[in-house]
Structure formats: structure tokens, C-alpha cells
């Protein structure tokens, strides 16, 4: 972090770079029915994403180039990436294509549904069991045992289960949401 203060490197640009480790991970599991050994570097990039996107929000602060436009371009950016993934997984020829766009779906909903609460006034949500890293664990330990085993099905099971705990993490954060809307009305700090 310091390193990119000190050589003035934006905030935006490192959200940039996110989409762009997001894109290389979505080409590598793009290719990995013909060549199966990308499973194992897919992954790879898909925690590039995750920590460029963690540094973009500390670079933002530590520069004092923190804004609200920042927000925009901090969030955006990994909702770019999260498509781009699992699109890349829906084309791999190693699962169901239907599933792969589902996932992308429902990880753009779990997002969603989380800056609903700073939307409305509180907390922003990053609760549940499937939020973006766990995703990313989840569809790193599929891509690797897809790989061991030679089973394409794998990778069809774990979207279901990114699914299943995206659906679970809506769920967790809708209810912390109106729990914490119904205490401002009343008043009480949650």
C-alpha cells in the first residue's frame, strides 16, 4: 500500500487492474477444457482480483483520494470481475453454461443486496457464508479437484453450492439490514 502511495498510483487504477486479473482468470478457465492445467492458474488470478481489489480501498484512504465517485469505481469494477469469472466458467466446456451465467447472477445479487444497506442509510453488509472471497475459495477448490479428479461435473456441483450459499448470504444480509433499518426508526444502535 505505502509502495503505491509513494509512486503516486490511484486507487482507480488498481480497481482497473482488478477487472483485468478477473479477465486473464475468465480467458484461463475459458480455455481450460483444451488445456486442463489452466484450472490450476485460473484460481490464481481470481485472488489477484481479490487483493488489488482490497488495496484499491486502502490506497483510496491512505492517498486521501477517497470519494464518493471512489465508491462507485471501487464496487463497479468487482461486479465487472465477478461476471467476467464466472462467464469464463459458464464457456469452459467443463459444466453446465446455464449454471456458470446462474452464478453470476446470484454473486451480483449478493453484492447487490449488501450495499443495500448503506443505500437506505446503514450499514453496508458484507455478512454470510458465500461473499466474494468465499466464492473465490469455493470456485478455486472446484477448479483444482475438477483438475484431480477429470470431472467436469465438478465444477456444474460448485456452482450450485456458490449458488445455494449466495441465496443463504442474500438472505443473512437482508434480514441484518431491516433489522438494523427497524432500529434506527426506533431509535437503538443494533
Request: aromatic share 8%; glycine share 8%.
Amino acid at each position: 500500500m505505502s509502495f503505491c502511495v509513494r509512486r503516486g498510483v490511484h486507487a482507480d487504477t488498481i480497481s482497473y487492474l482488478s477487472m483485468l486479473a478477473a479477465a486473464i482468470a475468465a480467458l484461463l478457465f475459458r480455455a481450460s477444457s483444451a488445456s486442463r492445467w489452466l484450472l490450476l492458474i485460473a484460481p490464481l488470478f481470481c485472488y489477484v482480483r481479490l487483493w488489488l481489489n482490497m488495496l484499491d480501498g486502502m490506497v483510496a484512504i491512505a492517498g486521501r483520494h477517497a470519494s464518493p465517485r471512489g465508491e462507485i469505481l471501487n464496487d463497479l469494477p468487482d461486479r465487472v470481475s465477478d461476471v467476467l469469472i464466472f462467464a469464463g466458467v459458464a464457456h469452459s466446456g467443463l459444466g453446465n453454461t446455464t449454471l456458470g451465467y446462474w452464478t453470476a447472477i446470484f454473486a451480483l445479487l449478493t453484492a447487490y443486496v449488501g450495499t443495500l444497506g448503506q443505500a437506505v442509510g446503514v450499514q453496508r453488509e458484507f455478512s454470510g457464508v458465500m461473499a466474494k472471497p468465499w466464492r473465490m475459495v469455493v470456485l478455486h477448490a472446484g477448479a483444482w479437484c475438477t483438475f484431480a479428479a477429470d470431472r467436469p461435473v465438478i465444477l456444474d456441483w460448485t456452482c450450485l453450492v456458490i449458488i445455494a450459499g449466495c441465496i443463504e448470504t442474500i438472505g443473512i444480509r437482508l434480514r441484518r439490514i431491516l433489522a438494523a433499518l427497524h432500529a434506527k426508526t426506533r431509535g437503538v444502535t443494533p
